[in-house]
């Protein structure tokens, strides 16, 4: 017995070993070449990079056993040094092993090798459980699949550093995986860890509790069209004004029914009770970020939504555009030419009135976005607008790709999209995969704490001595 595509298929004894076979070659080839990988990157780069001076030097501190030390410039809770402390402290001890070692940069590093391998085995069992399919293929499409999300370039980089982004993915996925499973209690606890790697991660916890709420309301939905005589007409939901209309009125009633309140929260409560934890936190600390609040104030940055949608276009144009697909959006405008007027005028607003440019963004040149902002989005004035079509087409596709989810889903989804992305001034790709505020560069960060212990030196530029960036803010 398998689970796959989120039931329980039998499968002969030769599937299964054939099965097992397949995922156990993969895996050990995939953390063969990890290793590869990482001896490369450690030779290369043996001392802390970036803001690895941050996170390393906090975790020594732990391996030390000094937990009442905290550097106020990391921002993010110390679930990355717990874990890295849990796994190598014992492994130390076995070994025999001198502290010096055991928590250095290399040896830190490696924790996040672990966690890619285990990113490995719950893709796979996320993508066998969201996409059933053909039991002669749904093996090499799933194994496929999640090699291929494993190693996806933004987040694979920071396998090879001692970086937040490997385990708050982990454990983010590995939560959705349990929720999918029915396993809300777990889910929930796995939905804390990876919230001590990153504030932000509960949003995601939300996306679990959402995705239930939007199982529920799915099945009432379809109960309510079942009573009607024109079924196909009633439960159509049309990318319209009425449409939504319809879907957000029958959204407030059934939420706001006694009994379907009452059955939402009993189905949720694990959830629930992590997001009252939270809100209690955010309220005693005043805020999401545990240091260095300057340079991490959130805004109404909706562009940031529309980047994510580029994002995620070019990356996954290999399998989700076609010409079929382009084809098919022509059409959808010619049929609603006022709808998509009506976007595009609403995006230009959005884009003329709530850009922000962080004033780190053309500070660093160690990051793409850097570039991307320089090469691109500086070269005139008029070309943020000019990119608005390009990013109403990257939407209509996102949602056309998931028209197989539930309507319900899907609003559950955008929902948490917006509130992961919208918040944040600062443009850098590891948050479209992992939605972290990112921190500031290390070499600013070191300056200002050089100011305030009173020992403060000019640093140069990041952006290079040919040409000092001008921070513009568009508002």
């Known amino acids: 017995m398998r689970v796959c595509g989120g039931l329980r298929r039998e499968k002969g004894p030769k599937m299964e070993r054939a099965e097992g076979y397949a995922f156990t070659a993969l895996s050990s080839a995939s953390f063969l070449v990890a290793c590869v990988l990482f001896v490369s990157v450690s030779r290369e780069q043996r001392e802390p990079y970036m803001d690895e001076m941050f996170h390393v030097a906090q975790a020594q501190r732990y391996c030390a056993g000094r937990f009442g030390e905290w550097d106020p410039m990391i921002t993010t809770f110390p679930g990355l040094y717990l874990v890295s402390v849990g796994l190598l402290k014992p492994l130390g001890w076995a070994a025999g092993?001198?502290?010096?070692?055991?928590?250095?940069?290399?040896?830190?590093?490696?924790?996040?090798?672990?966690?890619?391998?285990?990113?490995?085995y719950v893709l796979w069992l996320l993508v066998a459980a969201l996409h059933p399919g053909d039991k002669t293929r749904?093996?090499?499409?799933?194994l496929l699949s999640a090699l291929t999300l494993s190693t996806f370039p933004v987040l694979y980089f920071?396998?090879?550093l001692y970086y937040t982004d490997s385990g708050s993915a982990f454990f983010s996925l590995f939560a959705y995986l349990m929720s999918l499973y029915g396993s809300h209690k777990a889910a929930a606890l796995l939905g804390t860890c990876a919230i001590l790697f990153r504030q932000t991660n509960i949003v995601w916890v939300a996306l679990c509790a959402g995705s239930v709420v939007a199982a529920m309301m799915d099945k009432a939905w379809r109960t309510e069209c079942s009573k009607k005589k024109d079924e196909k007409s009633s439960c159509q939901t049309p990318l319209s004004f009425s449409g939504a209309g319809k879907l957000l009125r029958f959204c407030a009633v059934y939420l706001t029914t006694p009994c379907n309140a009452r059955a939402v929260l009993?189905?949720?409560?694990?959830?629930?009770?992590?997001?009252?934890?939270?809100?209690?936190?955010?309220?005693?600390n005043d805020g999401i970020v545990v240091g260095d609040r300057s340079s991490h104030e959130a805004c109404l940055n909706f562009p940031q939504l529309f980047y994510f949608l580029m994002f995620t276009l070019i990356f996954s144009a290999p399998a989700s555009l076609s010409w079929g697909q382009i084809v098919s959006f022509l059409h959808s405008v010619r049929r609603k030419p006022l709808l998509y007027l009506f976007i595009t005028t609403f995006f230009l607003l959005l884009v003329w009135k709530f850009t922000f440019v962080h004033r780190y963004l053309l500070a660093d040149n160690r990051h793409y976005p850097f570039y991307v902002w320089r090469k691109i989005f500086q070269r005139h004035e008029l070309v943020p607008y000019l990119l608005v079509p390009a990013y109403v087409f990257a939407g209509w596709n996102l949602v056309n790709t998931l028209k197989?989810?539930?309507?319900?889903?899907?609003?559950?989804?955008?929902?948490?999209?917006?509130a992961a992305t919208v918040p944040q001034r600062l443009l850098e790709?590891?948050?479209?995969?992992?939605?972290?505020?990112?921190?500031?560069p290390a070499a600013d960060r070191e300056q200002r704490r050089d100011q305030q212990n009173g020992t403060s030196e000019c640093l140069p530029s990041r952006a290079g001595a040919e040409e000092k960036p001008q921070i513009e803010c568009w508002q």
């Open 97 to 120: 092993w001198a502290d010096s070692a055991l928590c250095s940069t290399a040896t830190l590093r490696f924790v996040n090798v672990l966690f890619s391998c285990g990113s490995l």
């Open 138 to 142: 749904i093996t090499s499409r799933c």
């Open 158 to 160: 920071f396998t090879f």
């Open 266 to 284: 009993l189905a949720t409560w694990p959830y629930a009770a992590v997001a009252v934890g939270f809100l209690a936190f955010v309220v005693i």
């Open 404 to 418: 197989s989810r539930s309507v319900f889903w899907i609003l559950a989804f955008m929902v948490c999209l917006a």
């Open 429 to 440: 790709f590891s948050t479209q995969t992992s939605n972290e505020k990112p921190d500031q």
